[in-house]
């Protein structure tokens, strides 16, 4: 028990201590007021010791980051100021951490149920207080040192000496005294004086920039940085005066030159260069220090002293420019190319080898002796990417890279396939016109054709596509050839021709029947290529009062960059014609002038009104395309986009975009059914006409000549039914009442200009997720956002258990696999470097469901069967995507299944150690590390594992909230979470077996009342400190350890997992079938907190008890089922939150 004694005699210590400092702080600051004058006083600054003086103010001006004077030489008086360094209150200090000590030790012997965590709080607060007062008497420190420099700068411009007989080094101070009291005027005229007056000016300012203190910091702008430049302008001046240096200029000081740019900010390299004339003939010797640099593998600094001296023809591309593609450096790269174009070219052909099927990315890599790759960076997609990038920014013919334009071509070529068999928008000539255009004579897009086709469960069509392309036999997947040999029988039969036309027959009566088509014949539809032809056009369009539908078409990319796009075709509609305008024959066969006054006529006529839908999509296309029409487009006057009319119109009444004109049922049963698939236009037209447009051909190839005759008419009804909804709309706001400026143009956010508003579209864009791109949904839709069947089958009727479930993710939910993996799922996570086909892979193997989102889903639930793949909302985070897949699959996750699993190998069976035995197994593996030479630095160096089970985990001493369940994107590494309590105790990783076993350890899961002596402490404690306010709160809280929540919480855990009986290998501390025990990545003070240990026995992993359990417990309480004493377990954490 703390009698009352200790209490006396802790209150008259921190009593003592105070009333001394005070007492010395008074005492020394009456001191420095006298200046010196009570010289006789041995307690007073200038009866103390000089030299040692002005070794304690060199040492804490090191600390404090100032630049040592070594000895001062101005005549200027400076009282010493360093008296929180006096040798008696070091000594009180000293006394009083001794007496702390001593009164720990006494506290613990007299009180033994005082717990280990009060002490080590307590200790902490020590701490916490002595470095506040250390940090005050820094900041008093930097305060005085700030009053000594203008001390001495003021006494440098009162003194009158005459410095042609300055050392470099006596100018230098001067000027960085100057300097650092930020009188740059002052510093300026004396660097001029110091040019003038100095027998080599060159070698001088080498001397200063490489003095200076700020040289090798980030800072933009320096002392170096203001030596340079107030030399440039004082040559700038002796040249205008016609004078110049009378000194040479040494190659010696043109490397020093070029050291001290490498050295200091990249904004110094270009005035080095300048003044010391670095760049031009007669500077090949700097060529060795740029291998010299390669040498010791500095690519960075390399390159950019190559880019700055101009020296790229003096080295081979790959050896200074492939290490830092590999290191994902590009941008620099790209600057040493800047305006050499065959290094341009050379690049672009470098890539575009690594894109070649039969490259071996992994065994390059592995090969290179390039440090810090960023493997991420190097897969196909990226690259092809890069390509595409750079041949357009440098106007490179594509031709460069035939690898890069066949993976383009697969990806639109997929993206084809997609649309025609998920979403169905693509007819059967547009589609192989679209496949040929993509594979072309590629044999290996041939044979990816194939395969794709086989993927979608059409044999017939693989059959077709693999006798067109004469696609050997043996290259064929299972089953092509005997769909081929079928059919040849029919094609020998003479069958095939009867059912083909009938299909057609009723695919045409289908498509009447449930599409909107085109009032006109095709004789009113006039496609217009020649002079002669625009002018005819004209002489229709410009009669006034006439209102025309304007739209384009152009050809599509699929992503494709490599493909320049310009608009094909121009469709203005009137009444009763059509005129479609041949973009590509006009601008042949006729002039420019008359081109562009045709336009310019159309759009800027006042007669003439222009109806269009995201018309400024297209006028943005046309003036890409061609230019010579950009003045005419931006003079446009009276233009109606329709899509802002549909706008209005929804805000006024919403009604009034709902078809209701008398038709039947029957009549409208085509367009009901299509009403959830159309978008934009169609969709405003099935509103406004009772069905929709046909989307068949809008991805044509709209290029190629002569147009087929559903391109005719698609193209015509896409301008002609504008004036069909025109009239729709002008006649229900007529019959409304209701007064809507058509020709208003549309309203932004205040504030919000039209750049800025696509700046910020595009970033909300790029989070939405990385699935196929929908047609955008209009305002006025009524269209639900939801994906339509996007789920696997129906979800399961009856609960399972988590382990009951098993799923691999793809490499786009790895943060949602391992907070599934939490809940206790059997869950398989995809690395970065795997492929999406190998998730259908894993599942056909094993049996799994497959779990991913956005456009992999459509290949990947080809390749497994119905029911076992789901796509999750890409957009949503990862917490509510474990909560879609466990309602999907009605998993009923109780207190027992989280953590059940280990979070690092997805294993479930653990191996129980207690503490006395990991202890032992820490020193043997200490000794083993010992045996075979590796230091402490370099475990640190290499990280806590060793072998290949330990890899995954080596990344463990990172810092972590311990957090897994945050809603991240999920990094590529698979870390194990590592609790930390409120005090920033370790506590270990996430899993925590057993919340009885370690209740005698506070802040570790379980309840522990605290006893009334550590109360008692506390008060004596906080009387003691003197704290105040907020210092008392936070104070009471780390000595706690936790708050009243903590300590109401009553949670066990019995986990679902399986427990072993083996033992550890002492000999090679392994585990089960000689698996590492990852022991060294646990920290020395858990292993004598912790009672006991839980080992994985796949990957060696060890786990311990945490606070992070409550942490997903609290998160995933609205799961949670288990019934205990009458409440759910998610109520019980409610309350305890």
Same mark, same amino acid.
């Given at each position: 028990?703390?009698?009352?004694?200790?209490?006396?005699?802790?209150?008259?210590r921190?009593?003592?201590?105070?009333?001394?400092?005070?007492?010395?702080?008074?005492?020394?600051?009456?001191?420095?007021?006298?200046?010196?004058?009570?010289?006789?006083?041995?307690?007073t600054?200038?009866?103390?010791?000089?030299?040692?003086?002005?070794?304690?103010?060199?040492?804490?001006?090191?600390?404090?980051?100032?630049?040592?004077?070594?000895?001062w030489?101005?005549?200027?008086?400076?009282?010493d100021k360093?008296?929180?360094?006096?040798?008696?209150?070091?000594?009180n200090?000293?006394?009083?951490?001794?007496?702390?000590v001593?009164?720990?030790?006494?506290?613990?012997?007299?009180?033994?149920?005082?717990?280990?965590?009060f002490?080590?709080?307590?200790?902490?607060?020590?701490e916490?207080?002595?470095?506040?007062?250390?940090?005050?008497?820094m900041?008093?420190?930097?305060?005085?040192?700030?009053?000594?420099?203008?001390?001495?700068?003021?006494?440098?411009?009162?003194m009158?000496?005459?410095?042609?007989?300055?050392?470099?080094?006596?100018?230098?101070?001067?000027?960085?005294?100057?300097w650092?009291?930020?009188?740059?005027?002052r510093?300026?005229e004396?660097?001029?004086?110091?040019?003038? @007056?100095?027998?080599?000016?060159?070698?001088?300012t080498?001397?200063? @920039?490489?003095e200076?203190?700020?040289?090798?910091?980030?800072?933009?702008?320096?002392?170096?940085?203001?030596?340079?430049?107030?030399?440039?302008?004082?040559?700038r001046?002796?040249?205008?005066?016609?004078?110049?240096?009378?000194?040479?200029?040494?190659?010696?000081?043109?490397?020093?030159?070029v050291?001290?740019?490498?050295?200091?900010?990249?904004?110094?390299?270009d005035p080095?260069?300048?003044?010391?004339?670095?760049?031009?003939?007669?500077?090949?010797?700097?060529?060795?220090?740029?291998?010299?640099?390669?040498?010791?593998?500095?690519?960075?600094?390399?390159?950019?002293?190559a880019?700055?001296?101009?020296?790229q023809?003096?080295?081979?591309?790959?050896?200074?420019?492939?290490?830092?593609?590999?290191?994902?450096?590009?941008?620099?790269?790209?600057?040493?190319?800047?305006?050499?174009?065959d290094?341009?070219?050379?690049?672009?052909?470098?890539?575009?080898?690594?894109?070649?099927?039969?490259?071996?990315?992994?065994?390059?890599?592995?090969?290179s002796?390039?440090?810090?790759?960023?493997r991420?960076k190097?897969?196909?997609?990226?690259?092809?990417?890069?390509?595409?990038?750079?041949?357009?920014q440098y106007?490179l013919?594509?031709?460069l890279?035939?690898?890069?334009?066949i993976?383009?071509?697969?990806?639109?070529?997929?993206?084809?396939?997609?649309?025609?068999?998920?979403?169905?928008?693509?007819?059967?000539?547009n589609l192989?016109?679209?496949i040929?255009?993509?594979?072309?004579?590629?044999p290996?897009l041939?044979?990816?054709?194939v395969?794709?086709l086989?993927g979608?469960?059409?044999?017939?069509?693989?059959?077709?596509?693999?006798?067109?392309?004469n696609?050997?036999s043996?290259r064929?997947?299972?089953?092509?050839?005997?769909?081929?040999?079928?059919?040849?029988?029919?094609?020998a039969?003479?069958?095939?021709?009867?059912?083909?036309?009938?299909?057609?027959?009723?695919?045409?009566?289908?498509?009447?029947?449930?599409?909107?088509? @085109?009032?006109?014949?095709?004789?009113?539809?006039?496609?217009?290529?020649?002079?002669?032809?625009?002018?005819?056009?004209a002489l229709?369009?410009?009669?006034?009062?006439?209102?025309?539908?304007?739209?384009?078409?152009?050809?599509p990319s699929?992503?494709?960059?490599?493909?320049?796009?310009r608009?094909?075709?121009?469709?203005?509609?009137?009444?009763?014609?059509?005129y479609?305008?041949?973009?590509?024959?006009?601008?042949?066969?006729?002039?420019?002038?008359r081109?562009?006054?045709?336009?310019?006529?159309?759009?800027?006529?006042?007669?003439?009104?222009?109806l269009?839908?995201?018309?400024?999509?297209?006028?943005?296309m046309?003036?890409?395309?061609?230019p010579?029409?950009r003045?005419?487009?931006?003079?446009?006057?009276?233009?109606?986009?329709?899509?802002?009319?549909?706008?209005?119109?929804?805000?006024?009444?919403?009604?009034?975009?709902?078809?209701?004109?008398?038709?039947?049922?029957?009549?409208?049963?085509?367009g009901?059914?299509?009403?959830s698939?159309?978008?934009g236009?169609?969709?405003?037209?099935?509103?406004c006409?009772?069905?929709?447009?046909a989307?068949?051909?809008?991805?044509?190839?709209?290029?190629?000549?002569?147009?087929?005759?559903?391109?005719?008419l698609?193209?015509?009804?896409?301008?002609y039914?504008?004036?069909?909804?025109?009239?729709?709309?002008t006649r229900?706001?007529?019959?409304?009442?209701?007064?809507?400026?058509?020709?208003?143009?549309?309203?932004?956010?205040?504030?919000?200009?039209s750049?800025?508003?696509?700046k910020k579209?595009k970033?909300k864009?790029?989070?939405?997720?990385k699935?196929?791109?929908?047609?955008?949904?209009?305002?006025?839709?009524?269209?639900?956002?939801?994906?339509?069947?996007s789920?696997?089958g129906k979800?399961?009727?009856?609960?399972?258990?988590?382990?009951?479930?098993?799923?691999?993710?793809?490499t786009?939910?790895?943060?949602?696999?391992?907070q599934?993996?939490?809940?206790?799922?059997?869950?398989?996570?995809?690395?970065?470097?795997?492929?999406?086909?190998?998730?259908a892979?894993?599942?056909?193997?094993?049996?799994?469901?497959?779990?991913?989102?956005?456009?992999?889903?459509?290949?990947?639930?080809?390749?497994?069967?119905?029911?076992?793949?789901?796509?999750l909302?890409?957009g949503?985070g990862?917490?509510?995507?474990?909560?879609?897949?466990?309602?999907?699959?009605?998993?009923?996750v109780?207190?027992?299944?989280?953590?059940?699993?280990c979070?690092?190998c997805n294993?479930?069976?653990?191996?129980?150690?207690p503490?006395?035995e990991m202890?032992?197994?820490?020193?043997?593996?200490?000794?083993?590390?010992?045996?075979?030479?590796?230091?402490?630095?370099?475990?640190?160096?290499?990280?806590?594992?060793?072998?290949?089970?330990?890899?995954?985990?080596?990344?463990l001493?990172?810092?972590?909230?311990?957090?897994?369940?945050?809603d991240?994107d999920?990094g590529?590494?698979?870390?194990?979470p590592?609790?930390?309590?409120?005090?920033?105790?370790?506590?270990?990783?996430?899993?925590?077996?057993?919340?009885?076993?370690?209740?005698?350890?506070?802040?570790?899961?379980?309840?522990?009342?605290v006893?009334?002596?550590s109360?008692?402490?506390?008060?004596?404690?906080?009387?003691?400190?003197?704290?105040?306010?907020?210092?008392?709160?936070?104070f009471?809280?780390?000595?706690?350890?936790?708050?009243?929540?903590?300590?109401?919480s009553?949670?066990?855990?019995?986990?679902?997992?399986?427990?072993?009986?083996?033992?550890?290998?002492?000999?090679?501390v392994?585990i089960?079938?000689?698996?590492?025990?990852q022991?060294?990545?646990?920290?020395?003070?858990?292993?004598?907190k912790?009672?006991?240990?839980f080992?994985?026995?796949?990957?060696?992993?060890?786990?311990?008890?945490?606070?992070?359990f409550?942490?997903?417990?609290?998160?995933f309480?609205?799961?949670?089922?288990?019934?205990?004493?009458?409440?759910?377990v998610g109520?019980?954490?409610?309350?305890?939150?």
């Amino acid at each position: 028990m703390i009698t009352l004694v200790h209490m006396c005699y802790i209150i008259l210590r921190d009593t003592l201590i105070n009333l001394t400092e005070s007492w010395w702080l008074k005492r020394n600051k009456r001191a420095l007021c006298t200046g010196g004058d009570n010289s006789t006083n041995e307690d007073t600054v200038e009866g103390r010791d000089q030299e040692g003086t002005k070794e304690g103010e060199n040492l804490q001006d090191a600390n404090l980051g100032i630049k040592g004077t070594q000895a001062w030489r101005l005549p200027v008086e400076v009282p010493d100021k360093d008296w929180l360094q006096d040798s008696a209150a070091e000594e009180n200090r000293t006394s009083n951490e001794k007496t702390d000590v001593k009164f720990t030790e006494e506290l613990f012997k007299s009180n033994p149920e005082v717990s280990t965590t009060f002490l080590v709080n307590l200790e902490r607060t020590k701490e916490e207080n002595k470095k506040e007062k250390e940090e005050e008497r820094m900041a008093e420190r930097k305060d005085e040192v700030a009053r000594e420099l203008v001390q001495r700068g003021e006494a440098i411009l009162k003194m009158k000496v005459n410095r042609r007989n300055y050392t470099w080094r006596e100018w230098y101070e001067d000027i960085d005294v100057l300097w650092a009291n930020k009188w740059f005027n002052r510093s300026s005229e004396l660097l001029q004086e110091g040019f003038v @007056m100095v027998s080599n000016p060159y070698c001088f300012t080498l001397y200063l @920039m490489e003095e200076s203190r700020g040289l090798r910091t980030a800072k933009s702008y320096s002392l170096a940085n203001h030596v340079i430049t107030e030399f440039e302008n004082w040559l700038r001046r002796q040249s205008t005066m016609g004078r110049s240096p009378q000194c040479e200029m040494t190659p010696h000081m043109k490397l020093q030159a070029v050291k001290i740019g490498m050295v200091g900010h990249a904004n110094l390299f270009d005035p080095l260069c300048r003044v010391f004339h670095l760049v031009g003939p007669g500077n090949e010797f700097l060529t060795k220090h740029v291998e010299i640099l390669l040498h010791k593998q500095q690519y960075k600094e390399a390159i950019h002293c190559a880019t700055k001296l101009q020296l790229q023809k003096f080295f081979i591309f790959e050896e200074i420019a492939v290490p830092l593609i590999l290191q994902d450096k590009v941008n620099m790269v790209e600057s040493y190319i800047q305006g050499h174009r065959d290094l341009q070219i050379a690049m672009v052909q470098m890539i575009d080898s690594w894109c070649a099927q039969d490259f071996r990315m992994d065994d390059y890599v592995s090969e290179s002796t390039v440090p810090y790759i960023k493997r991420e960076k190097l897969k196909r997609r990226h690259l092809t990417k890069l390509a595409a990038r750079l041949i357009k920014q440098y106007s490179l013919p594509p031709e460069l890279c035939p690898n890069v334009n066949i993976h383009r071509n697969l990806g639109g070529l997929k993206f084809i396939l997609y649309k025609n068999y998920i979403q169905g928008g693509l007819g059967t000539d547009n589609l192989d016109e679209l496949i040929q255009q993509s594979v072309g004579d590629s044999p290996y897009l041939h044979e990816q054709l194939v395969d794709l086709l086989v993927g979608y469960n059409d044999m017939e069509a693989a059959a077709q596509w693999a006798r067109r392309c004469n696609i050997p036999s043996e290259r064929l997947p299972p089953g092509v050839a005997q769909a081929m040999e079928r059919l040849a029988e029919q094609t020998a039969a003479g069958s095939s021709g009867g059912v083909g036309e009938e299909s057609w027959e009723e695919e045409v009566e289908d498509v009447e029947s449930r599409y909107h088509q @085109m009032p006109l014949h095709m004789e009113f539809i006039e496609l217009v290529g020649t002079e002669k032809g625009l002018d005819s056009c004209a002489l229709r369009l410009l009669q006034p009062g006439t209102i025309v539908g304007l739209d384009a078409e152009w050809r599509p990319s699929f992503g494709n960059t490599l493909i320049t796009q310009r608009v094909s075709i121009v469709q203005l509609a009137i009444k009763d014609k059509v005129y479609i305008l041949d973009m590509i024959s006009l601008v042949q066969n006729t002039e420019m002038g008359r081109l562009q006054h045709f336009f310019s006529s159309l759009l800027v006529s006042q007669d003439v009104i222009i109806l269009g839908y995201g018309i400024d999509g297209d006028f943005q296309m046309l003036g890409r395309s061609y230019p010579f029409l950009r003045e005419a487009l931006s003079k446009r006057r009276r233009v109606i986009d329709l899509s802002h009319v549909a706008t209005r119109v929804h805000k006024a009444n919403p009604a009034l975009l709902t078809f209701s004109a008398g038709d039947t049922t029957d009549d409208l049963a085509g367009g009901a059914s299509a009403k959830s698939d159309a978008h934009g236009l169609s969709q405003l037209v099935q509103q406004c006409l009772g069905l929709p447009l046909a989307k068949t051909e809008q991805l044509s190839d709209w290029e190629r000549r002569p147009l087929r005759k559903a391109q005719l008419l698609y193209a015509s009804l896409d301008a002609y039914c504008l004036l069909e909804v025109y009239d729709v709309l002008t006649r229900r706001i007529k019959d409304a009442g209701i007064d809507i400026d058509f020709e208003a143009p549309a309203t932004s956010k205040k504030g919000t200009s039209s750049g800025d508003k696509g700046k910020k579209d595009k970033k909300k864009k790029k989070g939405d997720g990385k699935g196929p791109r929908k047609p955008p949904s209009a305002p006025w839709s009524n269209t639900g956002s939801a994906r339509s069947g996007s789920s696997p089958g129906k979800p399961a009727s009856t609960p399972i258990c988590p382990g009951e479930l098993a799923v691999v993710c793809d490499t786009m939910l790895q943060g949602m696999g391992r907070q599934l993996r939490c809940c206790g799922v059997d869950v398989r996570i995809l690395e970065n470097t795997d492929d999406h086909d190998r998730a259908a892979e894993i599942a056909r193997a094993e049996k799994r469901i497959i779990l991913t989102c956005g456009m992999p889903y459509q290949t990947l639930r080809s390749q497994v069967g119905e029911g076992r793949c789901l796509c999750l909302d890409s957009g949503a985070g990862p917490r509510d995507q474990v909560l879609q897949v466990l309602q999907h699959f009605n998993v009923k996750v109780t207190q027992r299944d989280i953590f059940s699993r280990c979070q690092v190998c997805n294993g479930n069976r653990y191996l129980r150690i207690p503490a006395q035995e990991m202890q032992r197994a820490s020193h043997r593996k200490q000794a083993l590390l010992r045996e075979r030479g590796i230091s402490e630095g370099e475990r640190a160096e290499c990280g806590p594992g060793s072998s290949d089970a330990n890899s995954a985990g080596a990344h463990l001493n990172e810092r972590n909230d311990g957090n897994v369940l945050k809603d991240s994107d999920g990094g590529a590494d698979v870390k194990a979470p590592v609790s930390r309590n409120k005090g920033g105790q370790d506590n270990g990783s996430s899993f925590p077996p057993s919340a009885a076993q370690v209740a005698g350890n506070q802040g570790l899961l379980g309840t522990k009342e605290v006893d009334p002596t550590s109360k008692r402490i506390v008060g004596q404690i906080r009387g003691s400190l003197n704290l105040e306010g907020a210092k008392e709160e936070e104070f009471a809280t780390s000595l706690d350890g936790g708050s009243d929540g903590d300590e109401e919480s009553a949670l066990s855990y019995n986990p679902t997992c399986f427990y072993s009986e083996g033992k550890i290998n002492m000999e090679s501390v392994t585990i089960g079938t000689g698996v590492p025990l990852q022991i060294d990545v646990v920290p020395p003070g858990i292993l004598t907190k912790v009672s006991e240990f839980f080992c994985c026995e796949t990957c060696g992993k060890v786990f311990w008890e945490g606070r992070h359990f409550e942490r997903v417990i609290s998160q995933f309480a609205d799961v949670l089922s288990d019934i205990e004493e009458g409440k759910a377990v998610g109520t019980v954490y409610s309350t305890t939150e």
